[in-house]
């Protein structure tokens, strides 16, 4: 709906609009900041204690979260405003780094409090990651094209700040002065969380206030799992981040191993960032290509092109090759991103989105760290290039068993 402003003719922005501008710049920022956050955070533990052990501790308290809090974190979501969900979780992560900044500062900073800051920020991320997707949901009712056209965009930046440009600017800062990323995610925080408030205010029913919160989790939890296509793409992204860590865990082993590519650290560096930069090409993409396709072309086309790069990276020895095979390998990461996102948001009943939300990401994420394993194991009894041809082949079979369970096209809730 178009006004007018002080009797002139210039069109008032919609709320709606409004609210999805400040959402996009807020998921900017903090994606930075949250980019330069994964670089410093291992560089800082391996500073202050060099054992693998410490540096591991870290790195496994940052993935409790999913086990310990995204299921709670689903129910409370679903019955708090999102809007103030997201102010206090940007802005108690804005408070917890600063308190770290202190302790670097100070000279006081351990391995321990790495590992509880952490597994803070993380949770906190959980709650946002929850809250943010119902608030895109309520500010694209109803358009379905534009909530499309947000989560692409949302993905790109959230991959072009965290994976692309923010981890080279963190290890930079972390190398003129260790408190620099972390004052610039606290910073990111903050700012994130003033774009929050002023977003605004959702009006969306609360029917879980009138559960119990264990019943609140039961109901969204039985709700996924009973949905087919809910379901089938949840495993289907357990599957593919299962697979992709089991290659990514020796990717670095491979890419500087001189039988392999025979590259240096520093030019290791531009594979990830060749993956991260597919990832945001995609962004904008994703969203019409999901229109042309349909949900279920989309996803079984991307699933079955990254099968398709893990064998392309063992049976070469050319980084250019490698490092396009990975470009590619984001830009149809990011394209199922969008196209589940999407799903989540249009099949879930609003009141449980954001349970839907957490559990679906717990199925997913909760892969990840069996693959990195599974990844580890092949490559010592098999060598490097089997944990490549196994990541391509387990998640080829994975998209065949599927398939029945995909309905074609877009169904509605």
Not at 142 to 160: F, K, W
Not at 161 to 178: D, N, T
């Amino acid at each position: 709906m178009l006004g007018v402003e002080g009797g002139g003719a210039r069109p008032l922005v919609p709320l709606a609009l409004r609210g999805r501008r400040l959402v996009l710049l807020a998921a900017g920022v903090s994606s930075l900041g949250d980019g330069m956050w994964t670089a410093a955070v291992p560089l800082a533990a391996a500073t202050i204690d060099r054992s693998p052990s410490s540096v591991a501790a870290v790195s496994a308290a940052a993935l409790l979260p999913w086990l310990l809090v995204a299921p709670l974190a689903g129910a409370l979501v679903d019955r708090w405003s999102r809007r103030r969900v997201l102010v206090l979780g940007d802005a108690l992560r804005a408070a917890i780094i600063s308190l770290l900044v202190g302790a670097f500062v100070t000279d006081l900073v351990s391995v321990p409090m790495l590992a509880v800051a952490s597994f803070l920020v993380v949770a906190g991320w959980i709650f946002h990651g929850a809250a943010q997707q119902s608030l895109v949901a309520d500010l694209t009712d109803h358009d379905q094209a534009e909530r499309d056209r947000m989560n692409g965009r949302m993905s790109s930046l959230e991959v072009g700040g965290a994976s692309l440009v923010g981890p080279p600017l963190g290890s930079a800062a972390y190398s003129v002065a260790s408190w620099i990323p972390f004052l610039a995610d606290a910073a990111s925080f903050a700012f994130s969380a003033a774009c929050m408030a002023v977003v605004p205010m959702e009006s969306a029913d609360r029917t879980t206030k009138n559960e119990t919160v264990r019943a609140a989790i039961r109901a969204g939890a039985s709700f996924l799992l009973r949905h087919r296509e809910l379901r089938t793409l949840a495993i289907l992204t357990g599957a593919a981040n299962l697979t992709t860590n089991c290659a990514l865990v020796v990717l670095v082993l491979y890419a500087t191993d001189a039988e392999g590519l025979g590259l240096t650290e520093a030019t290791f560096g531009l594979l990830i960032a060749a993956l991260a930069a597919g990832g945001v090409v995609a962004g904008p993409l994703a969203p019409r290509l999901l229109r042309w396709l349909g949900d279920r072309t989309l996803v079984v086309a991307a699933l079955v092109i990254r099968s398709l790069v893990w064998p392309t990276v063992a049976l070469t020895h050319e980084p250019i090759l490698v490092a396009i095979a990975l470009a590619v390998a984001g830009f149809a990461s990011t394209c199922v991103t969008v196209t589940v996102t999407s799903a989540r948001q249009r099949l879930s009943p609003r009141q449980m989105l954001g349970r839907v939300v957490t559990t679906f990401r717990t199925l997913g994420n909760g892969a990840a760290p069996l693959g990195a394993v599974l990844g580890g194991a092949i490559a010592a009894s098999f060598g490097l290039r089997a944990a490549f041809l196994a990541a391509g082949g387990l998640l080829a079979v994975a998209v065949l068993i599927s398939l029945p369970f995909l309905p074609r096209g877009r169904s509605s809730h």
